[in-house]
């Protein structure tokens, strides 16, 4: 089993940078994939980001390309998604998750934190 706890979310205005961190615990993270997705009021869960278990592969949904970074210390079993410029609509709960390979269907992350509130004000 792992656990996964998401924390680095907040308000911020628009224009302005949060990096979110999640820290897994019970199982070591370095042979899973790891997703980030978020779900805003009212609309799917939709993805985010995702890197490979080697740090080696990155995707990203091309409404945050050029804006967001994941990343991950395999040391420290942790990951990390580092936003910036946001905007008002990147407001949502953000998750992170763990599975098997990168993948933009969060039907193949098995693992899922309890999420953290982002808001951006315009």
């Known amino acids: 089993q792992v656990q996964l706890v998401e924390s680095g979310g907040g308000l911020v205005q628009a224009g302005g940078s949060l990096r979110l961190s999640c820290a897994a615990s019970?199982?070591?993270?370095?042979?899973?994939?790891m997703g980030w997705f978020r779900q805003a009021p009212g609309k799917e869960r939709e993805f985010v980001a995702a890197?490979?278990?080697?740090?080696?592969?990155?995707s990203y949904a091309d409404s945050v390309k050029g804006r967001f970074t994941i990343s991950r210390d395999n040391a420290k079993n942790t990951g990390y998604l580092q936003m910036n410029s946001l905007k008002p609509e990147d407001t949502a709960v953000y998750y992170c998750a763990a599975g098997a390979f990168v993948s933009s269907d969060n039907k193949q992350y098995n693992y899922w934190g309890q999420g953290t509130q982002v808001t951006v004000s315009s």
């Open positions: 019970g199982r070591t993270l370095r042979t899973s994939a």
């Open positions: 890197i490979s278990a080697s740090g080696g592969r990155t």
